[in-house]
């Protein structure tokens, strides 16, 4: 289903919670559809089964996934965790980039005027449409 | 649940352990590692029920576990150098097993030494030192035992059998909530299975942690400045260790990610990264930080 890097610095446990993150957003995982249970996916990615519990009680924690009694975890449907979750990635991004551009030498004032413009031709064009 | 209480134990006047504290969850895989000399396998010999301790317990779901065979018969110990019944097949040895452990699966065995390749009528001295190492492990698997305690467990084994005997152990760990207690030099090697990490230095845990947590509780960061150094910020870091290459500072840095994040960018830097650590960087600082440094030693 997905590969995991076991040489990166980034702890197996995070990998695997925005690996699934990333696959239920881009819906490769469906809303409803069944994860791989804790033993299979423990088997096929040679990785500790509590390690993996521990993932998918972090995902149901967020929202992204929900469990069933006897049954397994499925993909949760509603959005909003989705959302909150690429929002605070675009900032993320977002932060990086304007820093950089300061460091450029790029003024504060022109950067407002490139969000303004954005924002303009954006209303404009859903005007159009 | 294995609990090893403040346990001491004394060869000859050299104090090995001195109140050992470490406690394994069911179901969980635990690393242990140290120094060498560090008393990493006088505290295996212990948990596996062959040394009795000077001072304190160790016992496994409440019971005492020196010499006591009902416990033992659920456990399976797998020393640094496998051991065997002199001149021995496969076959026997997996008689011997059979007749004193009552989870015995034939049908396993059967299936591992097939899988493995193994010719059990060959006698197990005349093997390699890697093909022992697996014959211990299929016997060990094959007694479906509830506590596996492995002391450099995957030494000697190539890359493939290794694969293939981690993937054994993590079955056996999800489908039957088995324990295993597993000692390695390669940190490599533990970073993959473990869930819980013992640090252990001259006779004493040092550390004893969930692995997540102790790699989020410590952070390397890289950090450079246009101008001066803001020394009494950086100073009111938990700081293992700092280097400076070039205009770049490296610091080791003990605490929450966030905190550190905030009270870093405050100051302006130019560059600024905070890397997790691996469990090598991890060990060697902690080491550090209790006197085993590395020292880069010049030779002639």
Known sequence: MFELDTRSRKPIYEQLVEKLKELIMNE????????????????????????????????????????????????????????????????????????????????????????????????GGAKGD | MIEVQKVSKVFDRYEALQEAQMTIQKGSIYGLIGSNGAGKTTLIKLVAGIYQPDLGRVTIDGHDNFENTKLKQRMFYIPDHPYFLTHYTTKQMAQFYRSIYPNWSQDRYETLVTSFKVNVKKKIHTFSKGWQRQIAFILALATRPEILILDEPLDGLDAVVRKKVKNLLIQDVAEREMTILISSHNLRELEDICDHIGIIHQGKILIEKELDELKSDIHKVQVAYKGEVPEHVIRKLSVLHTEKRGSVFLCIVKGKEEEISELILNTNPVIFDLLPLTLEEIFIYEMGDNGYAIENIMVE
Not at chain 1, 78 to 103: N, P, Q, T
Not at chain 1, 104 to 121: F, R
């Open chain 1, 28 to 123: 490769v995982l469906k809303p409803d559809e069944q994860l791989p249970s804790v033993r299979m996916l423990a088997q096929q990615l040679t990785i500790n089964p509590n390690t993996i519990q521990k993932a998918y009680r972090e995902l149901e924690n967020q929202g992204f996934i929900y469990s069933q009694k006897g049954k397994g975890s499925f993909v949760n449907p509603s959005e909003e965790s989705k959302d909150s979750e690429k929002i605070s990635a675009v900032k993320g991004e977002l932060d990086r980039l304007i820093l950089e551009a300061l460091y450029l030498g790029i003024t504060v004032e022109e950067l407002i005027q490139l969000v303004k413009d954005k924002d303009a031709s954006k209303r």
